[in-house]
């Protein structure tokens, strides 16, 4: 494969394979850096966004639009397997390219054995079904290209457009794959990759020698920064500058990053995705503001200085669009907390203290945009002892707890450290039974890792009644041994076994947030944030709690 050749997707899914087969991380970037380096420069762009799992460059707001419905409808076709055929191998496999290329395997194998596909088809066949509408138009589309692959072009073909390799690559491994191959350093890749939102023109420049002068490009969303969750106050003395910290109310709502420039504006969430849409009272309040920005926030629902509950906000997500009189009864304020950039300057490389100084100009108190949006208090604290104190008070405002920061910090896009810290205690425990197990995500694909779970009604009523859904707190080796289990007390399957009804006899121990009122359950009630503590193999059914001790949990409505 020369340097001038045209990249082959058997190529690509060949060296995807061997990368999935290398366990360690340096061994997946020096295989992707070959790869890379023997590319042409059109080709290059594609395979570095490809092997980032992502269709078209960060900036870039088109989408496919295919689901796995039309997916698994386009290979039925193809294949002539059925739908009956083909779900169970999803819950098997729990892989969709998987489950083309098996299934491709055995009823094509002879069809095509020579791979033709190349990346600018893949590349032409994305754009076509961006731009396509109508299920039945993009199967046609989908049809028409897997009949002409072999089983591996499938597979990736079909991993590409469900936008998961899952071959244990991150974006931060394909940029470590290009400085390699370019002999650039990796912090200068990583932040020309930030700066401009594609990883591919990020490769060509490196390959160039042209990473230095990179200006900012606005309207792609940059990877949030992370909080670690605080042990207790002793963890927090020990973690921030004696001199003082910043503490500030840990908002219940939806993070948000907004991006400002020339009269345009755009909100993208913590993954990534744009949903200004949902959010029309905030472009006017954003469009306001005295300078191009990007700024690091969070979205809550409030009338007035009252913060009201997150199930109020959750009547907006996932709605394509809102109409009025949704924007009447569910307000919400865009509340900012950092800013990564202002007047042509990136800031997240200056210390906390800087970025909220220059926020503080541009959000002054009181001024046009407060009603919808506000800058958020971050008091100076030195004394860890008065945390207690603003704890209390940050509840009362109906917030979750605490956030506290280091005014020393840079802004580590996608980093999760100890330079910001979240202090949220859990309201209670509840010990409960498992009622329902369902097939996990990723990694955990292959083992029954969501558990459903209830209460009982009363002391003398043992009817279950589930309030939550947990699928954190429990290891690799505990869920394994209770996959077994479930599957061998498994009253009734769904899905082809992807979820079951399973004899409640595995108690846990949870904790949460916050208990909520909920249509969701037959007990009224749903968990926010269910975490798995403990399996509680000393406690029998009957000894579970009750509805009545969940009711007692209720945190009072805050009224407007």
Known sequence: MGAQSQGLLDDFARVAESVAATTKKLGKAALLGDYFHQLDDADLVRAARYFAGQQFALHDARTTNVGGVVLRDALGEVTGLDVENLRPRDVRLGDAGEVAFEAMTETRADAVTEPTFTLIEIETLIVQLSETRGTKNKKALLVQALQRATPLEAKYLVKLLVGDLRIGLKEGLVEDAVARAFGQMLAHVAQVNMLVGDIGETAVRARHGELEGVAMRLFHPLKFMLATAAVDLADVARTMPEDFFFVEDKFDGIRAQAHVQTGRVALFSRTLDEISHRFPELIAPLKSLPSDAIIDGEIVPARGETILPFAELQKRLGRKTVGDELLATTPVVFIAYDLLYASGRV??????????????????????????????????????????????????????????????????????????????????????????????????????????????????????????????????????????????????????????????????????????????????????????????????????????????????????
């Open 347 to 560: 800031l997240i490389d200056a210390p906390l203290s800087e970025r909220r100084a220059v926020l503080e100009t541009m959000l002054a108190p009181g001024g046009a945009t407060a009603a919808a949006l506000r800058l958020s208090e971050a008091k100076r604290v030195r004394d860890v002892a008065m945390l207690d104190e603003e704890f209390t008070a940050a509840r009362g405002r109906g917030n979750e707890g605490l956030m506290i920061k280091d005014p020393r910090s840079a802004y580590k896009p996608g980093k999760r450290g100890r330079e910001w810290l979240k202090l949220k205690r859990p309201l209670a425990t509840l010990d409960v039974v498992v009622t329902a197990v369902e097939v996990g995500h990723g990694k955990r694909r292959h083992l029954l890792s969501d558990y459903t779970f209830a209460v009982r009604r009363s002391e003398t009523d043992a009817e279950l009644l589930n309030v939550g859904k947990a699928y954190s707190g429990l290891t690799d080796v505990e869920l394994a041994e209770l996959t077994e289990w479930f599957r061998a007390h498994t009253i009734q399957e769904f899905a082809h076994g992807r979820v079951r009804v399973v004899e409640p006899r595995i108690i846990l121990e949870v904790t949460f947030d916050r208990v909520q009122e909920s249509k969701r359950h037959k007990s009224g009630y749903a968990l926010r944030f269910p975490r798995i503590l403990r399996l509680r193999d000393d406690k029998a059914l009957a000894e579970i709690d009750t509805l009545a001790t969940v009711r007692q949990l209720v945190e009072p409505e805050r009224k407007e």
